[in-house]
């Protein structure tokens, strides 16, 4: 009986909430959401929708913010240039990003996904909004969507997708940006179709695909497709915080039960919570968070928005569903910040410094000098000995750069074989030849090792190691 009772407890867990009985979409209209967290999450995205938009024309020495671009494999963060030489580099920034979002969501749940992640707020402040202010709220939409099609609905339904469709334009526009650059990005828009055919095609698929999204898929995103979203399950433990539901409060002895005025539901044994749904009625994935954490949940906090209004007005204690772990509920406590917790805040910190120090080590060149394979050393006029080197310099900097050569350690000097200077385009590699030519009375050994410093003008950008070949000593 036990075990039947707690297989229907859990029967939610095998479905979700937007599939019915017979496997179809089930449609959902949350409530419009109010309340202070509401408030902090619009003037949030306010701010990230700003820099969404914004960071694709903001440039540090001509170069984006961020861009990446995978066409021409070259990858721009905080105006700092990422060649296919850099890639394990880039990578290892990557990778760090990864672990740092994993980490923090252990500790700190999955408040991403309600607060920062792109998706939801196109989708619960852009997308939402105006179909709230097209369509109404959510029992008008459930109307409207019942409603034979007469004109009401038809006008409704063509504004809507209209401008559902124009901002989708406008985010496929600005998601190519990070990709190819807002200048080739300009140069798309103002140039003849037939000049950049297939940037428009990419502009129109993108556009579509974001309409899909947004008009259609919605939810579904975070549901089936996001694989943060489907990582959360081994990434939570009971310390972490999420939005939770105080069921010990809640439930009382009896149960949640509705509200009954002049009631004194904690000596009647009833619990806070009066089972009015508003928790469910404003969730934008359809879970009734009552049931403990689920896969669907975003930790968007319009449940607690909607528990915390009708607590008012029921004059009972707000926060019936807070931010919390399920070990600082179950036990009655308040959530302590965990050795582990403390644990994986050390590691975050020690990551970003990784990624600080990662940075500091790349330099603007890569530079390899070598002597060049086969060639002896040359006697000259005058007792000068003269050794031929090949050198190959990889450009990281995002300007071109005009090098010269200088020998840093032994007395002598370098001669370029060609032009004085090795000029390479920015991202480019180039090589050329020189001889290092040292008066023998200056050799101490046969082998001597040489230190060879590379110049931009009088700045010393990298230094380079190798040996020069003379006569016996």
Same mark, same amino acid.
């Given at each position: 009986m036990e075990n039947n009772k707690t297989k229907d407890e859990d029967s939610f867990r095998d479905r979700i909430t937007t599939v019915d009985d017979e496997g179809q979409r089930k449609w959902l209209f949350p409530k419009k959401p109010k309340g202070k967290f509401f408030n902090y999450r619009t003037y949030l995205s306010y701010v990230l929708l700003l820099f969404l938009f914004g960071i694709p024309w903001v440039k540090i020495d001509g170069e984006p913010l961020l861009m990446i671009n995978v066409i021409t494999r070259k990858f721009v963060l905080f105006g700092q240039v990422f060649w296919p030489q850099d890639f394990h580099l880039f990578g290892l920034i990557m990778i760090t990003m990864v672990i740092f979002i994993v980490l923090f969501t252990t500790v700190f749940g999955r408040i991403f996904c309600g607060w920062f992640c792109p998706q939801t707020i196109f989708m619960e402040m852009v997308y939402r909004k105006i179909e709230y202010w097209i369509d109404g709220d959510y029992k008008q939409q459930i109307k409207l969507k019942n409603q034979a099609w007469n004109f009401d609905k038809i006008w409704r339904r063509a504004l809507k997708y209209t401008l559902f469709y124009f901002i989708a334009v406008a985010i496929a526009h600005t998601f190519l940006a990070y990709i190819i650059g807002s200048d080739e990005l300009i140069n798309i828009q103002t140039s003849p179709i037939k000049e950049h055919m297939g940037g428009f095609i990419a502009i129109l698929a993108f556009s579509w695909v974001f309409f899909f999204v947004f008009a259609w898929f919605r939810e579904q995103v975070c549901l089936i497709v996001c694989p943060y979203g489907r990582l959360q399950g081994v990434m939570l433990d009971r310390n972490s915080l999420v939005v939770a539901y105080d069921y010990i409060r809640g439930e009382g002895k009896k149960g949640r039960a509705k509200f009954k005025k002049n009631e004194a539901r904690a000596e009647v044994g009833k619990g806070d919570c009066i089972d009015c749904n508003q928790c469910v009625d404003v969730c934008p994935t359809g879970i009734d968070i009552r049931n403990g954490t689920q896969l669907e949940c975003i930790n968007c906090t319009a449940c607690m928005d909607a528990c915390d209004f009708m607590m008012e007005k029921t004059n009972q204690e707000q926060g019936l569903i807070r931010i919390d772990s399920e070990n600082a509920i179950a036990n009655g406590t308040k959530n302590r910040f965990t050795t582990r917790s403390k644990a994986y805040s050390i590691i975050l910190v020690l990551l970003v410094a990784v990624i600080i120090f990662l940075f500091t080590l $790349?330099?603007? %060149?890569?530079?390899?000098? %070598? $002597?060049?394979?086969?060639?002896?050393?040359?006697?000259?006029?005058?007792?000068?000995?003269?050794? %031929?080197?090949? &050198? =190959?310099? &990889?450009?990281?900097? *995002? =300007?071109?750069? @005009?090098?010269?050569?200088? %020998? +840093? *350690?032994?007395?002598?000097?370098?001669?370029? &074989?060609?032009? @004085?200077? +090795?000029?390479?385009? =920015?991202?480019?590699s180039n090589q050329q030849a020189f001889f290092v030519k040292i008066h023998k009375d200056d050799l101490i050994a046969k082998k001597t090792a040489l230190v060879i410093g590379v110049f931009e003008g009088d700045k010393l950008l990298e230094e380079d190691k190798t040996n020069f070949l003379g006569p016996n000593k």
């Open positions: $790349r330099g603007s %060149l890569e530079a390899s000098i %070598l $002597r060049t394979p086969g060639m002896m050393f040359q006697e000259q006029e005058g007792g000068y000995i003269t050794n %031929l080197y090949n &050198v =190959k310099v &990889v450009n990281k900097s *995002n =300007k071109e750069l @005009d090098l010269t050569f200088k %020998l +840093l *350690n032994v007395k002598g000097s370098i001669e370029m &074989v060609g032009t @004085d200077t +090795l000029t390479i385009n =920015k991202g480019e």
